[in-house]
């Protein structure tokens, strides 16, 4: 079976897992989760982070062939970790997530969509070394079909999101040789399933499905993503 490590998105944490790990347990995978550097337990500097630091955080997390999954900003590290450790990784699976393309930052791929429903709820820091979305809006944006429980759980968690890996772009291309998955979430209220969609067209169709929840299908339907999961380790 397959060897799952789990990247939460921006202003998450490992917690964003808790509810997939056990059911992918449940199918016969391995499944962890991580903080990202700066993000949950992890207390490394915000002023210190970078792109380049969130993947080697997660290559050094790497036991065996992985299958590497992204939430949302959790795109772009790992498809840099895919270009610094390709032999150590199976496959990219990305979920509602940002794929880089050549020259362009994350923050580039979010402004090449014709509505932009995140900008209204980003929150810069006066330092202008993090920003953080307004609690108020986050429900609307990545919770409206989720449990009320999950969704306090998460309030309680979101953290300052570092702004500078955000502002990088991938060297050589954004060019990576393990296969690559893509899940479209179509009711996802934070990043347009129209962008979805153009990303995922750089794949195989044949390496495309979707969802039909919000941006967090992690809490709106955890054994649903763990299926979907499950279907794209088996070649389904």
């Not at 070394?129 to 449990?147: E, G, N």
């Not at 998955?181 to 750089?202: F, G, H, S, T, W």
Request: proline residues 10%; aromatic residues 6%.
């Amino acid at each position: 079976m397959a060897n799952f490590l789990l990247i939460h998105g921006a202003c998450h944490g490992a917690w964003a897992w808790r509810d997939v790990i056990p059911a992918l347990e449940a199918l016969g995978h391995t499944a962890r989760a991580m903080d990202l550097p700066s993000h949950g337990d992890d207390e490394t500097p915000a002023d210190q982070v970078t792109l380049d630091l969130y993947a080697q955080a997660i290559v050094g997390k790497l036991d065996g062939p992985t299958i590497l999954v992204g939430h949302s900003m959790g795109g772009y590290p790992i498809t840099r970790a895919a270009q610094i450790a390709p032999d150590q990784i199976a496959r990219l699976v990305y979920v509602c997530a940002y794929t880089p393309w050549k020259d362009l930052t994350l923050a580039d791929m979010r402004r090449l969509a014709d509505r932009q429903p995140l900008v209204p709820a980003i929150r810069k820091a006066p330092d202008g070394i993090t920003m953080t979305f307004d609690k108020d809006m986050t429900r609307a944006l990545f919770y409206h079909d989720c449990p009320a429980e999950t969704v306090t759980f998460a309030l309680q968690n979101l953290c300052p999101q570092p702004i500078e890996p955000m502002e990088t772009a991938l060297p050589n291309d954004a060019q990576v040789t393990p296969p690559r998955n893509y899940i479209v979430c179509r009711d996802d209220r934070a990043i347009p399933p129209e962008l979805q969609d153009m990303m995922a067209a750089k794949l195989p169709a044949k390496n495309v499905c979707e969802m039909p929840t919000s941006h967090s299908p992690f809490f709106a339907d955890p054994k649903g993503l763990a299926r979907t999961l499950d279907s794209i380790a088996r070649g389904a």
